[in-house]
């Protein structure tokens, strides 16, 4: 398997772990650097928004996952809020433990094998397709993943959202889809354009995730990144 003289691993981990900071324009402090409370039986939208903050500021996978019926249905309720949905889909993108993944991935598999013109074994593959094969969509992020990507990008933008806000959406709905370790590996090799393997709704909201992201953001280094990763979000 060839790889890029650069590391996308190396890349989308660096700018996953600063790129939150651009979603919010005040600092949490103190707060922020606590361990997030107990979440209430029911949230408001400034609750909801409370929370995503902390949990992307931490990149709290667990909190980030357990505001997504929340933030769903909020995102439901108030679909004309740029604001609401940028953030929703944010920490929809932490909740699927994608950078968690790439951050082991390139534990695992080693910066030097990455960037290697040799390329990764089939055993350095397998281990980073497994890697891979912890992220994981619920319902309510795919479903606010599925209104983002109908949304109109420059709009999210000036709400604060960024390229990895949609293109994170689109790495996870796509390494959820491929249904395991095995269909991760074929990802990491090959376009999936029809592939009957991946559900044909996921691929059109791929692609509409990838062009926003891409078309709004030509260049960013996390979206370089990701398809350089995974071949199937360049197809």
Avoid at 60 to 76: R, Y
Avoid at 141 to 167: H, P, Q, R
Avoid at 204 to 209: G, T, Y
Wanted: charge should be negative.
């Amino acid at each position: 398997m060839r790889r890029p003289a650069f590391c996308p691993l190396f890349v989308a981990c660096a700018v996953l772990a600063t790129g939150c900071q651009q979603l919010f324009t005040t600092s949490l402090g103190s707060w922020a650097a606590r361990e997030a409370p107990p979440l209430p039986a029911s949230l408001t939208q400034a609750d909801a928004t409370r929370y995503a903050e902390l949990a992307l500021t931490n990149r709290d996978t667990k909190l980030a996952a357990a505001l997504m019926p929340a933030l769903n249905a909020l995102v439901a309720e108030n679909s004309g809020d740029p604001q609401l949905l940028a953030a929703a889909a944010a920490t929809a993108g932490v909740a699927t433990g994608l950078d968690d993944a790439l951050a082991t991935a390139l534990n695992v598999v080693g910066l030097q094998a990455l960037t290697s013109s040799d390329g990764l074994t089939s055993e350095q593959t397998d281990a980073l397709a497994a890697a891979l094969a912890s992220v994981s969509v619920s319902e309510d992020a795919a479903s606010i993943f599925g209104a983002l990507a109908t949304a109109n990008a420059s709009d999210l933008a000036a709400a604060g959202a960024t390229a990895g806000t949609f293109v994170v959406a689109a790495a996870a709905l796509l390494i959820d889809a491929a249904g395991g370790q095995e269909g991760i590996k074929k990802l990491l090799d090959a376009a999936t354009d029809n592939d009957p393997s991946i559900d044909q709704n996921v691929q059109s909201q791929v692609k509409r995730l990838r062009d926003a992201a891409s078309g709004q953001w030509p260049g960013d280094p996390l979206v370089q990144a990701l398809t350089g990763l995974l071949p199937a979000l360049s197809s």
